[in-house]
């Protein structure tokens, strides 16, 4: 994400942080940095790490800042999470004219993707998303996509990865070893190796600019 734009300086506001694991990262060499979340508990997570960003309870959809206040606004695996359309036009309200915002999204037919289908298909989302952003009054700058790997120690540790769930549940685990015996080209969840497991999912980013006028 640090390659798609300087970060250097910028006053940045952050969509859908989570626990701020990710933003802890990104914050590095901006000036300010705002992150919100609409789950109080992740919030709550974050406001613990050592770190300067402001963390804020708040929702894309109605963003609680001035006009012309942001010189960058990241939204981090979070524009399908929402009403795409409205989060953009709230984006582009707080963003000063020729800023950016960069948003990083799922590619649905990735293979980490796929697990979080079993449990909650977020295609029609993602792609409600990719229409939201073509159709904004940003102009898309650029397009890009990279890859990032996931990795568990073992089946085990695949089948209590929450994929979206608020609990795993032990009967989830016949879908996840079915799932990734497709994925992986293995005869049957009978013949999974005993080795590590990692998945490929793939992060498709659109870096978009508000108009000077």
């Excluded at 029609?124 to 939201?132: G, S, V, Y």
Aim: proline share 6%.
């Amino acid at each position: 994400m640090h390659d798609a734009i300087d970060f250097s300086g910028k006053d940045i506001l952050e969509i859908g942080c989570g626990n701020g694991s990710i933003s802890t990262c990104l914050a590095k060499g901006s000036g300010s940095y705002i992150a919100i979340d609409p789950d109080p508990v992740c919030i709550e997570q974050a406001k613990q790490l050592d770190t300067e960003i402001i963390f804020q309870t708040g929702t894309g959809q109605a963003l609680n800042f001035p006009d012309n206040r942001f010189g960058l606004v990241l939204f981090t695996l979070s524009l399908h999470h929402q009403d795409s359309a409205p989060a953009l036009e709230e984006a582009f309200r707080v963003l000063k004219p020729g800023s950016h915002v960069l948003v990083v999204e799922p590619n649905a037919r990735a293979a980490f993707e796929l697990f979080f289908n079993l449990f909650g298909d977020e295609t029609q989302a993602l792609e409600a998303a990719e229409t939201a952003i073509r159709n904004s009054r940003f102009t898309l700058k650029n397009e890009d996509q990279f890859q990032v790997t996931a990795s568990f120690e073992n089946i085990r540790d695949l089948c209590e990865y929450d994929f979206g769930r608020e609990l795993p549940d032990p009967a989830d685990n016949q879908k996840i070893l079915d799932l990734l015996c497709r994925v992986k080209n293995w005869v049957s969840p009978a013949h999974i190796p005993h080795v590590p497991i990692d998945l490929v999912d793939e992060l498709r980013l659109f870096l978009l600019e508000k108009p000077l006028s």
